[in-house]
């Protein structure tokens, strides 16, 4: 379930990850009603879209020619609306929390 959040930093301790997009603010994906109330304020969205990374679980940076091929599949798909948007993640290897740019690919007519 799509939540707005109140507090990104509890919602990335409890959901693993957050996204800002300036269109919404930011938001997770929570497992259940409960747990979506408790973080923030549920959502209905539905579109298309696809998250490019700018850095890996490692923390290291993804190349620009793979980010610039990820977003010409994503237009190849109709996925041709980019927008820079924000993510706070847990990093799978070191259980720590990362910040950084990403990529949202949208189809243009939502």
């Known amino acids: 379930m799509k939540t707005q959040v109140f507090d990104p930093f509890a919602a990335v301790r409890e959901t693993g990850g957050?996204?800002?997009?300036?269109?919404?603010g930011w938001w997770t994906q929570?497992?259940?009603a409960p747990q979506a109330k408790e973080l923030?304020?549920?959502f209905?969205?539905?579109r298309d879209a696809i998250y490019i990374p700018t850095l890996q679980k490692d923390g290291r940076s993804v190349s620009s020619e793979t980010i610039e091929n990820l977003k010409q599949e994503a237009r190849e798909?109709?996925?041709s609306k980019t927008s820079r948007a924000s993510g706070m993640w847990v990093l799978s290897e070191t259980n720590e929390v990362q910040t950084?740019?990403?990529w949202?690919?949208?189809r243009s007519n939502l």
């Open 18 to 24: 957050c996204t800002f997009e300036p269109h919404i």
């Open 30 to 32: 929570c497992e259940s």
């Open 40 to 42: 923030g304020r549920p």
């Open 44 to 46: 209905a969205g539905k």
């Open 77 to 79: 798909l109709g996925l």
């Open 100 to 102: 950084e740019t990403i």
């Open 104 to 106: 949202s690919c949208l």
